[in-house]
């Protein structure tokens, strides 16, 4: 019989709010120098051409998938990008799931499998964050973008 997941969730890179304001701001100020040069000369070409590429670049990324979040039975599975292994933890070995704002900072970069100071990280976009810890003392800190519902299906596969 074939286990079926009991949570599923895509993050993707380029729908975070933060940088695709940026991405347009970007744009719109190649535009808007576009449209104040006066004699259309090369370099207003120029920023036709740039503004255009961040928009069609800012679409492209918001399909593009950075990781996925799979909670089965008795382990949790990270999928990431075409080049990335998944990354599968063993709910066996998980002592304790918590909630936690993922940081203070208005901007963060995303990670896949980031191991720093015995922490490993994965994010995407959102504010809030599962810190899974370890029975040996290892920190797993999972991004989402639900997470009430991630933190409950992991409650759910820890009790089977």
């Not at 695709?20 to 535009?31: D, E």
């Not at 576009?34 to 590429?53: H, K, M, P, Q």
């Not at 015995?118 to 997470?147: H, M, S, V």
């Amino acid at each position: 019989m074939e286990n079926k997941p009991i949570f599923i969730e895509k993050q993707y890179i380029g729908r975070d709010y933060v940088r695709i304001s940026i991405r347009i701001v970007m744009a719109l100020f190649c535009f808007a120098a576009y449209f104040i040069t006066e004699d259309r000369e090369r370099n207003a070409d120029l920023f036709l051409v740039v503004g255009c590429s961040i928009l069609i670049v800012s679409i492209i990324m918001m399909f593009m998938l950075h990781y996925r979040t799979i909670v089965e039975d008795k382990n949790i599975l990270l999928n990431g990008l075409w080049t990335t292994k998944p990354v599968k933890i063993d709910l066996s070995s998980i002592a304790k799931a918590e909630r936690i704002p993922y940081s203070s900072y208005l901007i963060n970069n995303p990670v896949y499998n980031l191991h720093k100071k015995g922490t490993i990280k994965f994010y995407a976009g959102g504010r809030d964050a599962i810190k899974l810890t370890d029975k040996k003392g290892l920190f797993y800190i999972i991004g989402t973008q639900c997470p009430s519902e991630f933190e409950q299906s992991i409650k759910v596969a820890m009790q089977k």
